[in-house]
């Protein structure tokens, strides 16, 4: 093993291992966050309504995560209720602003289907993201319930 991997290994154990002794004495508030789409490995459960702007953690199922199996994700919220969502040049925007490529296969060939998102987000209604090129989000997933996430703060 390498020493990059053992890092890796050596940072997932401890968030692992944190999250269990918080868990422990009562702070069941942190949620490790698994995979690097968003750049962190353990969050703070904050709650509340959610914003522009904020990390939320949702549950979904896609063919994509973990085959197909229920999985939390965690993302940021990029647009909102009311925000134009617009699909041009293989990327979604929210107004003018990227919000990311779409990739049309997963990296061991299988073919990725795009939801059509178009127009002004419904009430009760964001779109997810991850700064990741591979980040399984609404790129992916299409447009999540509001109130079906949850506000966390990244810790590390």
Do not use: N
Not at 2 to 23: E, G, Y
Not at 71 to 97: N, P, S
């Amino acid at each position: 093993m390498d020493m990059k991997a053992r890092k890796q290994l050596a940072l997932r154990l401890s968030i692992c291992v944190a999250a269990s002794a918080a868990t422990w004495v009562g702070m069941d508030r942190l949620q490790p966050i698994f995979g690097d789409s968003i750049g962190y490995h353990l969050a703070w459960i904050t709650g509340g309504a959610v914003a522009k702007g904020d990390y939320a953690v949702v549950a979904v199922q896609s063919p994509l995560i973990h085959d197909g199996k229920p999985a939390h994700i965690t993302k940021r919220v990029m647009c909102i209720e009311g925000e134009v969502v617009r699909f041009a040049d293989e990327q979604f925007f929210c107004g003018d602003e990227p919000l990311g490529k779409v990739l049309r296969q997963t990296s061991d060939g299988r073919a990725i289907s795009v939801p059509v998102i178009a127009g002004p987000i419904p009430s009760g209604y964001v779109f997810l993201a991850g700064p990741h090129p591979r980040s399984v989000d609404s790129r992916y997933l299409g447009l999540l319930p509001v109130s079906e996430l949850t506000r966390v703060r990244p810790l590390l």
